[in-house]
């Protein structure tokens, strides 16, 4: 008996229209929902290339592209809600003019950065973790931190430890290299 599983439904205009309307944290959501899916579908065609390449001759390959293609589906439906939706913003338009910055990068980078929140460029580099200059920690005794590598670090026991740690607190095998102290 053979059954034919429904198609995901196209998406139609009156739907894509409503890509406007989303806020922020929606299009947040929706974006980590995009890399969900694109996950899923990386794992299934794994599956299938591998049940293909004889891992396991006696499965079938039908119900995983079957739901591969689905998936692969949702995903170009969701990149043209993107692309509608930055379209509504001028940053988002920006964005995507710069090379490498398509629908779902600048939908992205609109949900997550708060532009009213950040004062500065540096404040966005700080967010996605790629700040490189000196860090003031705040809170009762942390006072002014150091740049560079003999910076003073929160450690876990007690107020302040320097880092690297004194020679005589290192674990084995964590000896400095040459010119090193």
């Known amino acids: 008996m053979t059954t034919l599983l429904e198609p995901v439904v196209k998406l139609d205009r009156e739907v894509l229209g409503l890509a406007g309307l989303v806020d922020t944290d929606q299009a947040r959501g929706l974006v980590d929902l995009y890399y969900r899916w694109q996950e899923h579908r990386i794992a299934l065609r794994g599956q299938i ?15 995983l592209v079957h739901f591969a293609d689905q998936v692969e589906q949702l995903e170009r ?3 043209r809600v993107f692309d509608e939706w ?6 988002g338009v920006w964005s995507k003019a710069q090379l490498g910055i398509g ?9 997550h ?7 500065t460029a540096g404040a966005i580099w700080r967010f ?3 700040h490189t200059g000196p860090v003031k920690l705040r809170g ?4 002014q ?14 107020p302040l430890e320097p880092w690297p740690p004194a020679a005589s607190n290192r674990r084995p095998g964590l000896e400095p290299g040459p010119g090193h102290t």
């Open 49 to 63: 290339r591998a049940i293909v390449q004889g891992a396991d001759p006696a499965a079938s390959t039908e119900l």
């Open 77 to 79: 439906q969701m990149v």
């Open 86 to 91: 930055t379209d509504t913003h001028r940053v």
């Open 103 to 111: 629908p779902v990068l600048a939908a992205g980078l609109l949900g």
């Open 113 to 119: 950065i708060d532009i009213e929140k950040a004062a």
């Open 128 to 130: 996605a973790g790629l």
């Open 140 to 143: 009762p005794g942390l006072g």
């Open 145 to 158: 931190l150091s740049q560079g590598r003999n910076a003073i670090l929160p450690g876990r026991h007690g």
